[in-house]
């Protein structure tokens, strides 16, 4: 018998049968998904004639969830791969050996955050595991885990290393999910998590309530290791997340409420964890919530108000709004998969 309330935290595998396969230009041009009509304008013209071949990359890839072997994804890695922009940031050296971790412990974090941050700049610039120069920079960002698999710093940067190094396709390396469990197992009773760093002053460990920004992060890293998601309570964790939208976060990470409105992300010290609504919004398709649940249709209607007259969507939700490509993305990747778990969650009743 179908368990709704089991189905809807339960991650979604790509549902290929349900994508429609591009085989020319003109094709392209002319196919518009039926989820992209619940917004006002199609934002994919646009997005395909960006001068960023990062965003055309993502547009084929998360936009219309085309897999890489498609000819239209081949060429836009290709054109990524290439591009000067590319190049420059590979070519910066990257196997140098790293400060230990014995040594001054603020200095070692730092160089842990520059090299996190240049992994976020790869990861955003639509480089691959393929690409001849991504290897040295992986094995720098490998090296600053320690034995017992914790990277340095706090727990939203522990999760932002393992997620950028399984988005590079290290999934089950054995030295990264040794870092993975370390994480996992110290989720709290609430569902999230909790670094004593962030404790406000005012508050002791235990009666302050998880970071917010942190178990998005982590959710945001562990649903691209599937095979672990039985180490957590993933639905207590999604759970969590979505009763607190809007809400003031309980430690000092990123704790004001406007934060909620910054729906851009970027490769700066908070910007990576960034994401607002829209995150949490990913983070719950991901995990097959529809969008009919209450919190989600709430937020998802709210998104769609968002949209500029151009199509794009903005890189904040205030009052001063900037387009941003990447945001743009980002929201056709939700509905696209917002859709699909309804279709899956039709043909499972």
Known sequence: MYNEEKDRYRPRDRDRSSE????????????????????????????????NPGIILDTYRYGYGLPSKYTEVEKAQRDVDRNPSTIRLLSIASDEDIKSSTEAESAYGLEFLESLTRMEKIIRAGVNRNHNLIQPHVVKLMKFAREDGRFPLLYHHHAHACWVLLKLGLSGNRMLDKSIFWLLKRQRADGGWLHRSLVPDSKTFDETASCLWTTAEILQMIVLRKSLLQEIDYEKAVKFLLS??????????MQSKSYWNKLASGAGNEAMFSGGTLKVLEIAADFGVHKYDPTVDKYVKWLKNLQMDNGLFPMDAGKMSIADESVTVRVISVFRKFAKNERISDNSA
């Open 20 to 51: 429609r396969r591009f085989d020319s230009q003109k094709e392209e041009k002319l196919y518009t998904p039926g989820w992209v009509r619940q917004l006002r304008v199609n934002p994919i013209p646009l997005l395909l004639q960006s001068t």
């Open 244 to 253: 607190n939208v809007e809400m003031e976060n309980s430690s000092i990470l």
